[in-house]
């Protein structure tokens, strides 16, 4: 079974709304982390935000924050007041076990074009 | 947030020869490094662990006599794909955590065109 799958392939928003990306995971760990990542044409992974297993208050940074319903396993990025700039490939990440040299599960990834 | 160097970002070379590729973390030490490779439109997938002072940990059907990993201190890692072919080509990303912290940075790529 996939640990992280993001259905949208791509997605499309207006400039200055908010666009949310979808993301479940899978895992019987208790301890896990989740990550946001964004890509742009040049190719680096640029760190967004993150997410502990144990964290109680959803993650913000700045325009983007994270929804996690650990119930459901979702982990749904949201960006508000979306910018030209924002369009990018965006990849939800996992990784099992909060210590060690565990390595990240990627999903599939969601291109993101914001339209001006 | 720390940094992760790599280098070169671009090369082009003929088939048969070797690259080599460079990962730096600059302001931190990193035990553990993380090679990825990624071919477009796709996402990035894990091509071996490399730790420092000891053999690296290959992921399944890589092959490591292909993709030669030194982690000879803590702050640099290098890929080596030997005997480069067409087949090869693809995106090169590393990636580092520091030390207990949670968040793992990644160097900017490198593209690997084997002509």
């Known amino acids: 079974a996939q640990k992280i799958t993001q259905t949208q392939p791509g997605m499309f928003v207006q400039e200055k709304e908010a666009v949310t990306l979808d993301c479940t995971y899978d895992t019987s760990d208790q301890s896990y982390g989740l990550f946001w990542y964004k890509q742009p044409s040049s190719g680096e992974m640029i760190f967004l935000i993150y997410?502990?297993?144990?964290?109680?208050q959803n993650a913000t940074e700045g325009r983007y924050s994270l929804n996690f319903q650990k119930a459901r396993k979702s982990a749904n990025l949201v960006i508000s007041a979306s910018q030209l700039g924002d369009s990018a490939m965006y990849f939800c990440a996992m990784r099992e076990g909060i210590t060690g040299a565990n390595n990240l599960f990627f999903g599939t990834g969601t291109r993101l074009t914001v339209i001006p | 947030g720390a940094v992760v160097s790599q280098h070169p970002s671009r090369v082009i070379c003929k088939s048969g020869t070797s690259v080599k590729i460079e990962c730096r973390s600059l302001d931190f030490q990193a035990t553990t490094m993380f090679w990825y490779r990624q071919f477009p439109k796709q996402s990035l997938m894990l091509m071996a662990t490399s730790n420092e002072g000891s053999k690296a940990t290959y992921e399944q059907g890589v092959e490591k006599d292909k993709f030669l990993i030194n982690h000879a201190s803590l702050t640099l890692s290098t890929l080596t794909v030997t005997s480069a072919h067409p087949e090869d080509s693809s995106f090169y990303i590393c990636?580092?955590?520091?030390?207990?912290?949670?968040?793992?940075?990644f160097g900017a790529g490198t593209r690997l065109s084997v002509l």
């Open positions: 990636s580092a955590r520091p030390g207990l912290k949670n968040i793992q940075y």
């Open positions: 997410q502990g297993s144990y964290d109680e």
